[in-house]
């Protein structure tokens, strides 16, 4: 059974910064895609930023040159770095992933629980 597990959120003042973290546990041969996702009060879920197999990254506009996404092979844990904290990335952050358990499994799309975000002004 894999699990993501996000940490890292919490309130933080306009112009400050967050690094928000997802844990993948359980039975992982490889993974094809790890990504962020948020949700804001009363809004759809939208998409962050996101980073294949080969490293290659991309970022919705929103966020592009104030948050950078990473991760730690060895601790099968992604990162997301926030600087430049805006009002309106206040949402619930989620992680997202298509991994699989061994090499003859198809990729399973999993979803974190999320963590909340919250950005004063």
């Known amino acids: 059974q894999v699990q993501l597990v996000e940490s890292g959120g919490g309130l933080v003042q306009a112009g400050g910064s967050l690094r928000l973290s997802c844990a993948a546990s359980g039975s992982i041969f490889s993974w094809r895609t790890m990504a962020w996702y948020r949700q804001a009060p009363g809004k759809q879920r939208e998409f962050v930023a996101i980073m294949n197999s080969g490293g290659s990254t991309n970022y919705a506009e929103a966020v592009k040159g104030r948050f950078t996404i990473s991760r730690d092979h060895a601790k099968n844990t992604l990162y997301l770095q926030m600087n430049s904290l805006k009002p309106e990335d206040t949402a619930v952050y989620y992680c997202?992933?298509?991994?699989?358990?061994?090499?003859?499994?198809?990729?399973?799309?999993?979803w974190g629980q999320g963590t909340q975000v919250t950005v004063s002004s």
């Open positions: 997202n992933a298509d991994l699989r358990g061994s090499y003859y499994d198809s990729y399973v799309n999993y």
